[in-house]
């Protein structure tokens, strides 16, 4: 009888378990989901997004040149005052060679000062180079080149800019026409690591780059989604392509490596979901000595 009451208590618990399996597992996975959609560090950024970038264009002298990349910060969306702050403290705490910053900045023209104010006190040793986005020209784009003058953040607008022997920074705002970005790529020393810095990756791709001509493309837009599910559906991403150029290290078709940031901020409604703020980071790494003449491939 001992025996028998044992095994029924044992029967009894292993169908509790179940039970209990059955209803936490669900909730437990997505709980998992929901913490892997957002992880905050800093206030307003979800996200560091790290990537390094290995290229025999890339001088020996500059192995280990931290790039930072911030875009559409939409002030004041979701993305507020206590939101820029924190930006700054991540921006600062990454201690980059250079700070790019990919446009849409506003959502009123009183945001502007504040803004480039606040990005305009960092103090990286190459400074801080910018292009315009699409809400950049559809209100204040007067005001933001102004307060980007103010605050000592050059303006790149179909121009370009050596960083250091070897390393050239090219920008062109979000309404690019291609055939004005060819004669500026054409103008590149093809043994120079060019980097490509624009608002959307749909410039990169429309505007016939090969690696040839740029070595590493930096944009926005896309927000990552800004409202996904589980990054598995984008209803909207802001692109033509899609989901292709949704976020992180994608290639063009014609070859050009492309990181896309999520932003910070949000746009027509201040929700997130799945698409968790970010500020990129970007580390150059030099490969071994490169032979004379050597062309990019």
């Known amino acids: 009888m001992t025996i028998?009451?044992?095994?029924?208590?044992?029967?009894?618990?292993?169908?509790?378990?179940?039970?209990?399996?059955?209803?936490?597992?669900?909730?437990?996975?997505?709980?998992?989901?929901?913490?892997?959609?957002?992880?905050?560090?800093?206030?307003?950024v979800e996200r560091i997004a790290r990537y390094e970038m290995t290229s025999a264009d890339v001088p020996q002298a500059l192995d280990g040149y931290r790039i930072a990349f911030a875009t559409d910060f939409h002030l004041a969306s979701k993305f507020k005052e206590?939101?820029?702050?924190?930006?700054?403290?991540?921006?600062?705490?990454?201690?980059?060679?250079?700070?790019?910053?990919?446009?849409?900045?506003?959502?009123?023209?009183?945001?502007?000062?504040?803004?480039?104010?606040?990005?305009?006190?960092?103090?990286?040793?190459?400074?801080?180079?910018?292009?315009?986005?699409?809400?950049?020209?559809?209100?204040?784009t007067d005001e933001i080149i102004l307060s980007m003058?103010?605050?000592?953040?050059?303006?790149?607008?179909?121009?370009?800019?050596?960083?250091?022997?070897?390393?050239?920074v090219v920008g062109a705002p979000y309404c690019t026409h291609p055939p004005l970005m060819q004669p500026l790529a054409d103008r590149q020393h093809p043994d120079d690591y060019v980097i490509f810095l624009t608002h959307s990756p749909d410039i990169v791709e429309s505007a016939a780059l090969s690696p040839e001509h740029i070595d590493l493309a930096l944009a926005g837009h896309t927000h990552g989604g800004q409202i996904t599910f589980f990054y598995i559906i984008a209803p909207e991403t802001g692109s033509r392509y899609g989901r292709r150029f949704l976020y992180g290290r994608r290639r063009t078709s014609r070859g050009v490596p492309v990181i896309v940031s999520r932003g910070l901020g949000t746009s027509r409604v201040p929700i997130r979901f799945c698409a968790p703020t970010d500020i990129t980071l970007v580390t150059l790494r030099a490969l071994a000595e490169p032979s004379p003449g050597r062309r990019k491939k």
């Open 82 to 140: 206590r939101q820029l702050q924190g930006a700054v403290k991540a921006l600062e705490a990454l201690k980059p060679d250079v700070i790019m910053l990919g446009g849409d900045y506003q959502e009123g023209c009183e945001y502007v000062e504040p803004l480039f104010a606040a990005l305009g006190s960092l103090t990286p040793p190459d400074g801080i180079y910018a292009v315009l986005g699409n809400n950049d020209f559809e209100r204040c």
């Open 149 to 168: 003058q103010r605050h000592g953040i050059r303006l790149l607008d179909y121009t370009s800019d050596t960083l250091h022997a070897g390393l050239v």
């Open 4 to 44: 028998k009451r044992r095994d029924k208590t044992i029967l009894i618990l292993n169908i509790f378990l179940r039970k209990l399996l059955f209803i936490f597992c669900p909730v437990g996975a997505l709980c998992i989901l929901l913490i892997s959609c957002t992880s905050l560090r800093y206030t307003g």
